[in-house]
């Protein structure tokens, strides 16, 4: 257990010194300086340079030890190579929190510079953002501990970055749309304090209720979806919106195996989101939207939306961004529908989407927003207003105004235009509405407030444990393959290990001579696929490696059938043997379920589709390890070949059940081994309900 | 062949007479007036209006026959039911074009009025736009022809829009984007010019260069596509975006065959747009950001874009997007780096994307875009700013404006912000360059250039003919079922009738009783599969009745096999008897084809994935006859199973060819047979390159 951080102290300090405070304008560590001093904070503040002087009227230390009083917070703006010995000072005097804004550490390979810094701040027990990070803004106390020169409102949105210079941008347009924060940091190289530690703060602090990341990379998968999940999914579940950056590139790392190949870190990212609640979003556009739309509305009950606009056209886009999002226009009540006709002009469209024609004014707004207000059975409200001839603009936002307090549903207002707009925009963003340019990403940001609402639903989200399992075996096993020194586990011997842990696998033997063969003979009873054996060769079938419905009685030479063919084929190959499994109902349907390990994100599950689709369709589900019920349901489900499991066509629905429990169980034993670095089971056929899920071919790989 | 409408007279009148000028201001026929008048236009302009007077210090006639001079435009504002009236009187005076500003046509149900409209504007051979529409705008000789109140910049953007509301919209957004346009309009209820007049004009309008289109509904697909082809593929190739609304409703009216379920109209309108080379966007947003950046660049030359940024972030972030778009990012040439390397600080990075890092100022952007601008192995350039401490916005603004005649290549700029960025947008919006907001969209827009750009290097449009068709043989077959008044034709017939097309069908019989089974016995020589044939039953191996791999002998008893055990599972429906075909070797594929008649698009021809996995997977491709190779290529490779044509893991290759043939000859019998309504093979067996492609089941039905 880590000793708790001072965060109170970070972000509310009663007196702040800079360090490396500079006399000359421009440069970093002037505007810290002026940003902390000018900016509305109250507290003491002391510049330290070791030149001394004066800057902005202030008396200059030369060392922070020659200040008398006692200093919560450092910010420190001096060359790398000094930040140590400055933070050690600081420690000495009993500072407890540190921003350091100097760049020169990890970021250009001056590991051994930052573990000195963790070093220096574990020793004093001071909490400690970036280095290489541009500050923190807390506007409740106007405190801008950045050097970045725009105050934001203050309000309940907290941001953090992994990019310094995106805290720039995301405060200019966060001060045109009216956002406000409740605090706002770059974390540049994360040394002491990550994502985790400020996401825990941010949970329990007051001010905060919608949390923004931008994030670059992860680490701690586990860590983050169990701590995120109870943000998200807790009695006060806080929204947590991510950007993620990079999500294409990782895609070329593919690996051998097949798990491997079909994924890469970007669907572990979604993972993981899909896992802890995490909405994820693709571009800074929508983070803005959705964060403003969390931080100004109440949550939406349901997925009713009405729109109101007076222009068709704008309307049916809408309504089109609407239903492929998952939302439904609402069916508006009959006293709605009544009160609508009787004071909207008989051309007016009364149904949904409410169309007051073009040459609405105010007042017939007025009346169908209160309207749908008053609707129970509208959920949200997207408003659009185009500005034609007898519009009238800022009265309209004005009478919108008026009745804030009385919609107490989602309220999202395009009006959609620039100049003539403007005005009216900055009224309503001023008095807390959220807007947007175009009606599209208004649709967009209530159908992501209704997938967080079906979030807050769930129930089910504690993990498998299942018992039917012989770890001691399983670590007998690996334990055997290490000491010979092989990594990679034979079919044979994988297929074992997985029976160990309660997976139906067929009944297999590895025939290595024709000994052994005319003894398989007499093991098996019923007919059996021969398959060759062999680090060399991927695709069996393609090299004539496969003989299929072999008799017991023939195995010994069909055994010298399949050797020959596969020698003269690939010459080169080393042939380790041939595999004898027996032979499987052709009912059902096959798969594919491995695991992989990310070095990042952990162990990572997947499900697909299998056979000759399984490459080309891509049909294939990840999870981050451990996997309760809902993660497993929703990965089945998120299969586009998912409807076939219910039975399609007079086809029995197949045993979803059980491959459920199967991918849990693969969870566990992911968890329970880490020495286990990929599982490949292919194909997995998934027989009828009630009939299970059988491993008809596996290989078990071992970290080296 | 029509008469060639009056455009000229039209867009460029000398003189324009408003009927219905009102003496009202506010109103509609008050605001046309003004905007004539006041907005800049030099032409003769005379007001109308029963009650006489004066508008606007201008001597109000009160009949369009008192005008002595000639007038070349009238824009009628009166109400419906006297527009034919003041047409016909128009029409009297020799008037040639006209725009009808008036409502209350077919969008209220009054189709005769419109239909004496029309009569009146081809009597007197008026070019008529509208009715029910804001009229339009000529910016060249700064005619305001529509009640919209602002002037827009004179361009090279055509835009014409179905809704009349959103017109202002545009012409709000357009001014702040500083867009230009060639002609600005609003075509209402298009009873007498519709899209394809006007695409027409346009394609001969030296003036524009880009077409911009706002669509709700088409008809006569084909035309369009005939037309639009040759605009975007002709040697002038304007690019055309189109945003067409109501994407999702049209899905919802599935039809009962396969083929039909699986589509809908919006399928249709992306064949539409895939086959004539218009460039489809999804919103508002993007139809600007294309719009601009085709207006204001040449046309990109190849994929390979440079990014030059201040900030990580936002570089990694639309290096995702150029990735994820078909775009690549350029591999800069030594020179560039070197060059780079030379002159930027030694932490940037002076690969692609570039960062010439935080504290930037506008000289390092200078030396930046010079330096991509120069490098042949850049085809287009994004250039992004982030805001931050040392940034020189608007210096860098002026320094890229600098280079404007230098740059010729697409450059797209985001100045990443809101206030703060807002003086230099203004400045390079100015200067003619295209900016976009966030970064993600300037990706987007370079990646669909570059769709553009593949789509006019397509050399083969024209369309295939196949001349191995029985014409005459399968409008014999036609007009024998419609004689005795069957539309659903049995397979035995509609295979038939596809064999006589040139369709390799396998040889059937149908069997009727007991007698015609006997007879069947010693028509094959080969196994043959039994399928029962019925009316009521669409998916027959569900009931039972389909028998594999029958021997000829044993056809008699597993007849009756069959039809007793379909009456059991299906007492109530009606059996028509059962039909053997010859089996079929099962390597290859198992496809569906088919055609479906959508009543405003015509002939829609679809090819997908068979089996189980049609409605699961849904991977089908659309397309409207007719079908030239292009079209066919496009739809094949569109299918997401489209690598198993090329052999997977050791098996063959499938006979595409053959297979792209066949969509060639299902839509030359489409075209030739209007007739036929729906058209359904399933399955299509594709077999290995060589072997070609056997239609094993279909259905053909005609129209009532």
Redesign the interface.
């Known amino acids: 257990m880590p000793m708790p951080h001072h965060f109170r102290t970070l972000f509310y300090p009663k007196s702040v010194a800079v360090i490396g405070a500079s006399h000359t304008p ?1 440069t ?1 560590g002037y ?1 810290l300086l002026q940003n902390v001093l000018q900016q509305g904070y109250t507290g003491k503040v002391y510049p330290i340079n070791i030149k001394g002087g004066t800057i902005l009227g202030l008396p200059v230390k030369r060392q922070i030890s020659h200040v008398t009083e006692l200093i919560d917070l450092v910010i420190i703006a001096v060359p790398a190579q000094f930040v140590p010995t400055v933070l050690e000072e600081a420690g000495q005097k009993g500072v407890k929190a540190a921003v350091v804004i100097s760049a020169g550490f990890k970021e ?1 390979g001056k590991k051994e510079l930052e573990d000195q810094l963790v070093t220096v701040a574990e020793k004093y027990d001071i909490t400690l953002i970036g280095p290489n990070c541009l500050g923190f803004i807390n506007p409740e106390i106007m405190l801008n501990a950045s ?3 725009i105050m934001p409102k203050a309000g309940n949105i907290a941001f953090m ?6 805290c ?2 995301v405060l ?2 966060a ?3 009216g956002l406000g924060f409740s605090k706002f940091m770059s974390i540049g190289n994360k040394a002491c304090i990550g994502e985790l530690e400020i996401l825990e703060y941010l949970y329990h602090d007051p001010k905060t209720s919608v949390i923004m990341m ?1 994030v ?1 990379e992860l680490e701690e998968a586990q860590k983050m979806i169990a701590l995120a999940r109870e943000i998200t999914h807790g009695k006060k579940h806080k929204p947590i919106l991510m ?1 993620k ?5 990782a895609g070329s790392q593919a690996s051998q195996s097949h798990t491997g190949s079909l994924g890469g870190s970007d669907a572990a990212y979604s993972a993981l989101c899909a896992q802890s609640g995490i909405i994820r979003v ?4 929508e983070l803005f939207d959705l964060a403003e739309c969390f931080s100004e509305n109440t949550l939406i009950k349901g997925n009713k939306v009405a729109v109101i606009t ?5 309307g ?2 809408v ?2 961004e609407i ?2 999002k998952g939302l439904e226009l609402a069916q508006l009540s009959p006293e709605t529908i009544n009160h609508l006709s009787k004071h909207l002009p008989q ?1 007016a469209n009364t149904h949904n989407p409410i169309d007051i024609l ?1 040459d609405a004014k105010a007042d017939r707004y007025d009346l169908a927003i209160q309207a749908v207000a008053a609707d129970q059975n509208v959920d949200g409200i997207i408003l659009i207003l ?5 519009t009238e603009i800022e009265a309209t936002a004005k009478i919108i105004i008026s009745h804030r307090k009385k919609i107490k549903k989602p309220l999202i207002i395009t009006f ?6 403007q005005k009216a925009n900055t009224l309503l963003n001023n008095a807390g509405f959220t807007t947007t ?4 990403p208004a649709a967009k940001a209530l159908a992501m407030m209704n997938y967080f609402r079906n979030w807050i639903k769930v129930r089910e989200l504690s993990g498998y444990r299942f018992s039917d399992v012989h770890s001691e075996k399983v670590n007998k096993i690996i334990d055997q393959e290490l000491k010979v020194d092989n990594r990679v586990l034979n079919v044979e011997i994988s297929s074992k290990l997985l029976a160990e842990y309660g997976f139906t696998v067929l009944k297999s033997r590895m025939i290595e001579n024709d000994d052994q063969a005319r003894r398989a003979a007499s093991t098996f009873f019923q007919p059996v696929v021969l398959k060759i054996v062999s680090p060399d060769i991927n ?1 069996k ?3 004539g490696g496969v003989e299929l419905n072999v008799s017991p009685h023939d195995i010994p030479r069909k055994y010298k059938e399949v050797l020959a063919r596969v020698k003269a084929n690939q010459p080169r190959a080393r042939l380790l043997g041939i595999q004898a499994v027996e032979m499987v109902e052709s009912t059902g349907l096959d798969l594919i379920l491995g695991m992989t390990t990310d070095p990042k994100m952990g162990k990572l599950i997947a499900v697909g589709l299998g056979g ?2 399984t ?3 891509k ?1 294939v589900a990840w999870g981050i390890a451990p996997l309760n019920k809902y993660d497993t349901d929703r990965m089945i489900h998120s299969l ?5 499991f219910d039975g ?4 029995p629905p197949l045993d979803t059940d059980e491959l459920t429990k199967m991918l849990g169980r693969l969870s566990q034993l992911a968890m329970r081994f880490p020495q286990i670095k990929e599982i490949d089971m292919n194909p997995v056929r998934i027989l009828p309900e009630g009939e299970g899920v059988k491993v008809l071919d596996a290989r078990v790989v071992l970290f080296d």
């Open positions: 421009g970093v505007s250009i050097f970045a020169n970055s992994q990019s310094g210079a995106l720039s941008t200019d347009y001060k045109s749309m931008y670059e950007l950056a990079g999500r294409t590139a693709d571009t800074i556009s007076n222009a068709g056209g704008p049916v886009l309504t089109d239903s492929s051309s073009g185009t500005p034609q001839a007898m959609m235009g620039d100049q003539s707009v340019t175009f009606p599209e695709h079938s393609d090299v000759i689709y490459e080309v369709l049909d586009r070949a998912h409807p076939i399609l066509r007079g086809e």
